[in-house]
Structure formats: C-alpha cells, structure tokens
C-alpha cells in the first residue's frame, strides 16, 4: 500500500471509521487496559485450556488463536448474541488478518510427509491448514462473514497495513464493518525463522463505519486519522499527517523506529515487543489496542501515534488514531 491513500483517508468527506470491538488471546495480558503497562505478566488468556474444545480441532495454533481473539472481540462489540451467533450484516463484513509465520508449521508439516511418503501420505484434515488464507478463511466460516476477505503477509509493518486495508474496504463501501486479526503461534517453525522464541499472541480489532456504529448504538474507542507506508519513517509520518502542530500523547513503537525521529523524541513511548517478545504481524493490531485504550482512559492528552519498520527494514508504516 503506497502513501498515495493517505490524502484519501484524511479527506473530511469521506466515512469515519471506528473501533468498536477488541479481543486478545494474550499470556499474561487480561484486558487490553493492561498493555499501557507495566504488564501483569500473569492471569489473561491460557492457551492450554483456551485452544481446545470441538470448534477448534483440526486447525493449526494460529487459527485457533485468532478464532478466540475474533469471539472475544465481536462479543466485545455487541455483534454476537448469547449463543456466540453473529448479529452484524455477514454480507458486508469483511475479514482482514495480519501473520507472518501463521501456518509455517503446517506447511513444513505437509512438505515433511511429502519427502517421507510421498502425497497419498498427506491427510485430507490437514491439507487445509496449508492455504495461505487460512486463517481469515476459518474465522470467516465460523461467523458466516461473507465480506471481502484477505491475508497480508508483509513483514514488520503488516499489522498496520491490516488496518488501513480494513479501513480503505470500509471507506470505499466494499464493507460496512471488518474483523482485523494480527495472529503468531508460539511453535519450533516460527521460533527457528525468527532466531529467537516465538510468542503466542493473537489480537482481534472490529473497525465499523462511524455511521453504522451509530446506528446500532455501539461505543467507538478511537478513530483511524491517517495511515502511511514509505521508505523511511519520517516520510511515512508526514504522509500521515504528524506534524510539530498535531498533538501526539502516546508513541507506540518498535524498536526499530525508536531512536528515527527527533520530532516525538519528548513524547511518551511504549514498545510492546519490548515487554512481550517478538510479535511480528500481530504488533500493528496489538498497537491500535493499546491506543484505544489510551484514548479511553486520557483522551486529552493528544492523539496516538504507532510506528512499525525503520532503518533495518525494507519500510515503515505510521498510524494515526484520534478519539
């Protein structure tokens, strides 16, 4: 995605887009409120009883903890009833998941059976599980989403890049609501391509259309201002639209970016990955839900910046949420 959408997104005319839901599938993080720190290290979601029960078999780790990420947050947004059924318009939501290793383990699995025993080896329950989609794929089945539905794959700024895809599906009518899902498994395969020990975090994110919000009564938590991916961080937060003029109260950033911009130097900042371990494509979305929860609890404090990418990688994205 170029900086040529960002003029489009601060573009007054056009449909405000909202948070509305949240959802985590987090060790040792139980609400979102917890993630402007210090974490508590303990309680929040178990995956030795949170991945396991009849709706979740035969799926790899990744889609079982998005699948509880998306129930915590569409619950959290009013969309689903007692029964866990979704309540919203299935034909107009869309599902938009951000993971770089999501489903590596399967296909290692897969291609492994292949050089053992050839492909009569493989197993027609597992097969699945090799789709680069599939993730989005299972978590739009189990909610009847009929909205467009995608997978990005973008390195460290994929999480943003997810919800700025969400955002533009919205805006451009394609959709009136979008579950955004930045998922990674904690397995050997995800451990082995990062370097180090991979985290188990899963982070869901309900972006509405202000307007459908409203009509339904749900509670927005922030509001996405600007979005912007560029070659380097400065360009993408000027395309974003952070200048010395617009006020920024809290900084979410990588490690990456931390020490690229004299220009928030003096604004408080969080790394997340600094207290959770790596994140990969869960960071941007894990980030928007740090942000709402800043904007709830201190909306006068400035809008919420969250920066993904730097000097080390290929690009940097920067997204602007507001109350």
């Known amino acids: 995605m170029s900086t040529t959408s960002t003029a489009h997104m601060r573009n007054p005319n056009v449909r405000e887009v909202a948070v509305t839901g949240i959802g985590l599938a987090l060790p040792g993080v139980a609400t979102y409120g917890d993630l402007l720190g210090p974490l508590p290290g303990e309680g929040g979601f178990d995956p030795a009883t949170g991945l396991s029960g009849r709706e979740l078999r035969h799926k790899d780790r990744a889609s079982r903890l998005a699948l509880r990420a998306a129930e915590f947050a569409l619950h959290d947004a009013g969309l689903t009833d007692a ?6 318009v299935a034909d107009a939501t869309a599902v938009v998941v951000s993971t770089n290793f999501g489903n590596a ?14 492909v009569r080896g493989l197993s027609p329950l597992g097969l ?32 943003l890049d997810a919800l700025a895809w969400a955002r533009n599906l919205i805006v451009a009518g394609r959709a009136e609501a979008a579950v955004v899902v930045g998922v990674e498994p904690a397995n050997e395969v995800a451990t082995r391509l990062l370097g180090e020990q991979s985290t188990d975090a899963a982070v869901a994110i309900v972006l509405e259309s202000a307007d459908a919000a ?12 600007g979005y912007a991916r560029a070659r380097d961080l400065a360009a993408a937060l ?12 809290l900084w979410l950033v990588d490690e990456a970016g931390a020490d690229a911009c004299q220009l928030l130097a003096a604004t408080r900042q969080i790394d997340l990955e600094a207290q959770l371990g790596p994140l990969s494509g869960a960071l941007g979305v894990l980030q928007c839900a740090a942000a709402a929860a800043h904007l709830e609890s201190d909306a006068t404090t400035g809008n919420v910046l969250a920066t993904a990418g730097g000097p080390h990688h290929d690009a940097a994205a920067a997204l602007l949420l507001t109350p």
């Open 214 to 225: 409203a009509s339904r009564g749900a509670r927005p938590r922030a509001t996405i201002a």
């Open 83 to 88: 029964d866990a059924t979704f309540t919203g």
């Open 238 to 249: 000027t395309s974003a639209g952070v200048t010395e003029e617009k006020s920024v109260g």
């Open 128 to 159: 699945p599980q090799t789709s680069s989609n599939v993730i989005a794929g299972w978590v739009a089945i189990r909610y009847g989403l009929r909205g467009p539905n995608l997978t990005i794959c973008n390195g460290t700024t994929s999480g």
């Open 105 to 118: 383990d399967s296909i290692c699995e897969a291609t492994d059976t292949i050089a053992r025993e050839g």
